[in-house]
Protein backbone atom coordinates (compact mmCIF):
# COMPACT_ATOMS: atom_id res chain seq x y z
CA UNK A 1 0.00 0.00 0.00
CA UNK A 2 2.93 2.77 0.71
CA UNK A 3 4.85 1.66 -2.32
CA UNK A 4 1.32 3.00 -4.33
CA UNK A 5 0.60 6.15 -2.16
CA UNK A 6 4.98 6.50 -3.36
CA UNK A 7 4.44 6.16 -6.74
CA UNK A 8 0.72 7.99 -6.68
CA UNK A 9 3.05 11.10 -4.81
CA UNK A 10 5.37 10.68 -7.46
CA UNK A 11 3.41 10.59 -10.55
CA UNK A 12 1.49 13.77 -9.25
CA UNK A 13 4.81 15.60 -8.36
CA UNK A 14 5.56 14.90 -11.90
CA UNK A 15 2.44 16.13 -13.68
CA UNK A 16 2.56 19.63 -11.66
CA UNK A 17 6.23 19.93 -12.47
CA UNK A 18 4.68 19.52 -16.18
CA UNK A 19 1.70 21.86 -15.36
CA UNK A 20 4.24 24.29 -14.23
CA UNK A 21 6.23 24.25 -16.93
CA UNK A 22 3.60 24.21 -19.30
CA UNK A 23 2.28 27.68 -17.85
CA UNK A 24 5.41 29.28 -17.96
CA UNK A 25 5.76 28.35 -21.48
CA UNK A 26 2.03 30.02 -21.77
CA UNK A 27 2.84 33.49 -20.37
CA UNK A 28 6.25 33.58 -22.60
CA UNK A 29 4.37 33.40 -25.72
CA UNK A 30 1.28 35.55 -24.08
CA UNK A 31 4.49 38.18 -23.99
CA UNK A 32 5.65 37.80 -26.99
CA UNK A 33 2.49 38.08 -28.40
CA UNK A 34 1.85 41.65 -26.17
CA UNK A 35 4.97 42.41 -27.70
CA UNK A 36 4.37 41.72 -31.39
CA UNK A 37 0.55 43.19 -31.07
CA UNK A 38 2.12 46.37 -30.12
CA UNK A 39 4.61 46.33 -32.63
CA UNK A 40 2.00 46.18 -35.13
CA UNK A 41 0.02 48.82 -34.16
CA UNK A 42 3.08 51.04 -33.97
CA UNK A 43 3.13 50.04 -37.71
CA UNK A 44 6.14 48.12 -37.46
CA UNK A 45 5.94 45.39 -39.85
CA UNK A 46 8.39 42.22 -39.96
CA UNK A 47 8.18 40.01 -42.90
CA UNK A 48 7.63 37.08 -40.50
CA UNK A 49 4.55 38.57 -39.26
CA UNK A 50 2.63 38.41 -42.64
CA UNK A 51 4.47 35.04 -43.51
CA UNK A 52 3.13 33.16 -40.76
CA UNK A 53 -0.59 34.39 -41.41
CA UNK A 54 -3.10 32.10 -42.99
CA UNK A 55 -3.81 31.91 -46.61
CA UNK A 56 -7.21 33.33 -45.77
CA UNK A 57 -5.70 36.01 -43.42
CA UNK A 58 -2.64 36.68 -45.80
CA UNK A 59 -5.48 37.78 -48.65
CA UNK A 60 -7.10 40.13 -45.85
CA UNK A 61 -4.31 41.41 -44.98
CA UNK A 62 -3.43 41.76 -48.98
CA UNK A 63 -6.69 43.68 -49.51
CA UNK A 64 -6.24 45.78 -46.29
CA UNK A 65 -2.49 47.01 -48.08
CA UNK A 66 -4.55 47.56 -51.24
CA UNK A 67 -7.22 49.96 -49.37
CA UNK A 68 -4.36 51.95 -47.53
CA UNK A 69 -2.99 52.05 -51.21
CA UNK A 70 -5.81 53.99 -52.49
CA UNK A 71 -7.64 51.29 -53.97
CA UNK A 72 -11.81 50.71 -53.34
CA UNK A 73 -14.36 48.41 -53.89
CA UNK A 74 -12.04 45.64 -52.56
CA UNK A 75 -13.67 41.93 -53.17
CA UNK A 76 -11.59 39.20 -51.64
CA UNK A 77 -12.43 35.66 -53.04
CA UNK A 78 -13.83 32.69 -50.84
CA UNK A 79 -11.30 30.05 -49.77
CA UNK A 80 -11.04 27.45 -52.67
CA UNK A 81 -10.30 27.64 -56.04
CA UNK A 82 -10.65 31.36 -57.34
CA UNK A 83 -9.77 31.15 -60.62
CA UNK A 84 -6.33 33.16 -60.42
CA UNK A 85 -7.71 35.84 -58.49
CA UNK A 86 -7.59 36.26 -54.67
CA UNK A 87 -9.02 40.12 -54.93
CA UNK A 88 -10.78 42.20 -57.24
CA UNK A 89 -10.81 45.62 -56.81
CA UNK A 90 -10.56 49.19 -58.06
CA UNK A 91 -8.32 52.54 -58.60
CA UNK A 92 -10.31 55.10 -60.19
CA UNK A 93 -12.32 53.60 -62.68
CA UNK A 94 -9.70 50.67 -63.58
CA UNK A 95 -10.89 47.29 -62.07
CA UNK A 96 -7.74 44.99 -60.86
CA UNK A 97 -7.39 41.71 -60.15
CA UNK A 98 -4.97 41.01 -57.46
CA UNK A 99 -3.19 37.69 -56.66
CA UNK A 100 -1.67 36.70 -53.06
CA UNK A 101 0.63 34.47 -52.69
CA UNK A 102 1.99 33.48 -49.04
CA UNK A 103 4.87 31.14 -47.81
CA UNK A 104 5.55 30.38 -43.96
CA UNK A 105 8.66 31.89 -42.74
CA UNK A 106 12.16 30.40 -42.75
CA UNK A 107 15.05 32.38 -42.63
CA UNK A 108 17.03 29.88 -44.81
CA UNK A 109 14.42 29.58 -47.65
CA UNK A 110 13.21 32.28 -50.61
CA UNK A 111 9.75 31.29 -51.83
CA UNK A 112 9.46 32.21 -55.48
CA UNK A 113 6.80 33.02 -57.42
CA UNK A 114 7.41 31.10 -60.94
CA UNK A 115 5.76 32.04 -64.36
CA UNK A 116 2.96 29.65 -63.87
CA UNK A 117 1.66 32.09 -61.27
CA UNK A 118 2.09 35.14 -62.87
CA UNK A 119 0.82 33.29 -65.86
CA UNK A 120 -2.94 32.34 -64.07
CA UNK A 121 -3.05 35.96 -62.71
CA UNK A 122 -2.95 37.14 -66.61
CA UNK A 123 -5.09 34.41 -68.09
CA UNK A 124 -7.79 35.15 -65.14
CA UNK A 125 -7.34 38.93 -66.60
CA UNK A 126 -7.89 38.14 -70.25
CA UNK A 127 -10.97 35.55 -69.77
CA UNK A 128 -12.18 38.75 -68.40
CA UNK A 129 -11.11 41.71 -70.56
CA UNK A 130 -9.11 43.22 -67.40
CA UNK A 131 -5.31 44.50 -68.29
CA UNK A 132 -4.87 45.76 -64.53
CA UNK A 133 -3.17 42.88 -62.07
CA UNK A 134 -1.09 43.12 -58.84
CA UNK A 135 1.00 40.07 -58.02
CA UNK A 136 1.63 40.10 -54.24
CA UNK A 137 3.58 37.33 -52.46
CA UNK A 138 5.45 36.90 -49.22
CA UNK A 139 8.56 35.64 -51.26
CA UNK A 140 10.06 36.81 -54.14
CA UNK A 141 10.26 36.40 -58.01
CA UNK A 142 11.72 34.19 -60.25
CA UNK A 143 13.87 35.96 -63.70
CA UNK A 144 11.56 33.35 -65.49
CA UNK A 145 8.60 35.26 -64.30
CA UNK A 146 10.20 38.42 -64.31
CA UNK A 147 10.92 38.33 -67.85
CA UNK A 148 6.81 36.60 -68.98
CA UNK A 149 5.83 40.18 -67.54
CA UNK A 150 8.17 41.91 -69.41
CA UNK A 151 7.00 40.67 -72.30
CA UNK A 152 3.45 41.22 -71.70
CA UNK A 153 1.76 44.03 -74.21
CA UNK A 154 1.76 47.37 -73.44
CA UNK A 155 -1.66 47.88 -72.61
CA UNK A 156 -1.06 45.67 -69.43
CA UNK A 157 -0.37 47.22 -66.45
CA UNK A 158 1.00 44.43 -63.61
CA UNK A 159 2.03 45.41 -60.54
CA UNK A 160 4.43 43.57 -58.19
CA UNK A 161 5.20 43.20 -55.09
CA UNK A 162 7.97 40.79 -53.14
CA UNK A 163 8.03 40.13 -49.14
CA UNK A 164 10.56 43.11 -48.76
CA UNK A 165 8.12 45.55 -51.03
CA UNK A 166 5.52 44.93 -49.07
CA UNK A 167 7.21 45.66 -44.98
CA UNK A 168 8.61 48.86 -46.83
CA UNK A 169 5.35 50.05 -48.50
CA UNK A 170 3.57 49.01 -45.38
CA UNK A 171 5.99 51.41 -43.01
CA UNK A 172 5.61 54.14 -45.51
CA UNK A 173 1.75 53.55 -45.38
CA UNK A 174 1.85 53.15 -41.56
CA UNK A 175 3.94 56.63 -41.24
CA UNK A 176 1.46 58.67 -43.75
CA UNK A 177 -1.23 57.66 -41.94
CA UNK A 178 0.35 58.52 -38.27
CA UNK A 179 0.91 62.24 -39.95
CA UNK A 180 -2.72 62.53 -41.25
CA UNK A 181 -2.42 62.16 -44.40
CA UNK A 182 -3.86 58.94 -44.99
CA UNK A 183 -7.05 59.38 -42.76
CA UNK A 184 -9.65 57.14 -41.95
CA UNK A 185 -9.52 53.37 -40.79
CA UNK A 186 -9.33 50.46 -42.68
CA UNK A 187 -12.80 48.63 -43.50
CA UNK A 188 -12.99 45.09 -42.48
CA UNK A 189 -12.24 42.19 -45.37
Known amino acids: MKSIDFFLTIFLCLYIIKLIIETIKCLKIDKIYDEDMERLKQGNLI ?3 I ?3 TPMEFKNWCADFLWKEGYSDISVSCKGLDGGKDIICKKGMDIYFV ?10 A ?5 VNAAKELIG ?3 GCNITNGVLITTGIFTEEA ?3 INTLPANYNLQLYDGKD ?6 TLMTLKACNQNPGDSPEF
Do not use: A, P
Open 110 to 114: EFKID
Open 124 to 126: SMV
Open 51 to 53: CNL
Open 166 to 171: LVKKYE
Open 99 to 108: ECKSYKYNKN
Open 47 to 49: LED
Open 146 to 148: LRY
